[in-house]
Nanobody, 120 residues
Framework: QVQLVESGGGLVQPGGSLRLSCAASGFTFSTYDMKWYRQAPGKERELVAAITRTGGSTNYADSMKGRFTISRDNARNTVYLQMNSLKPEDTAVYYC?????????????WGQGTQVTVSS
C-alpha cells in the first residue's frame, strides 16, 4: 500500500538546523511532484516547499526562502527538507505530500507528519 513516512523532526534551539526525510513506497515516486506542508496549532496547513518529479524545479513559501531547501533522491524514493536558521515560528507538524495530476484526476498522498519544535 502507499506509504509516506516522515522522520527527522524534534526539538531544536532557535538558529539551529534539522533535516526532515520522507520515505515513499507503494507508488512510482519519480512520477510525482513532492511537497512539504506544515501546520501549527490553531493555524491552517500551509505549503512550505515543492519540488518537481525530476527535481529540476523547486519553489518555496516566502518566509522559508533562503533558509529551507527541498531535494529528492528518486533512486531512494525519498524527499528531504533541510531547515536552517530555525525560528520559534517554524514550530509545527510537517507533512510530506505526493501529487500527480492527469487531465481527469489528481492523485495525492499524505504522510502522518513529524513534529518540529523550535524553542530555547
Amino acid at each position: 500500500q502507499v506509504q509516506l513516512v516522515e522522520s527527522g523532526g524534534g526539538l531544536v534551539q532557535p538558529g539551529g538546523s534539522l533535516r526532515l526525510s520522507c520515505a515513499a513506497s507503494g507508488f512510482t515516486f519519480s512520477t510525482y511532484d513532492m511537497k512539504w506542508y506544515r501546520q501549527a496549532p490553531g493555524k491552517e496547513r500551509e505549503l512550505v516547499a515543492a519540488i518537481t518529479r525530476t527535481g529540476g524545479s523547486t519553489n518555496y513559501a516566502d518566509s522559508m526562502k533562503g533558509r529551507f531547501t527541498i531535494s529528492r533522491d528518486n533512486a531512494r524514493n525519498t524527499v528531504y527538507l533541510q531547515m536552517n536558521s530555525l525560528k520559534p515560528e517554524d514550530t509545527a507538524v510537517y507533512y510530506c505530500n505526493a501529487v500527480r495530476s492527469t487531465r481527469t484526476y489528481e492523485y495525492a498522498y499524505w504522510g502522518q507528519g513529524t513534529q518540529v519544535t523550535v524553542s530555547s
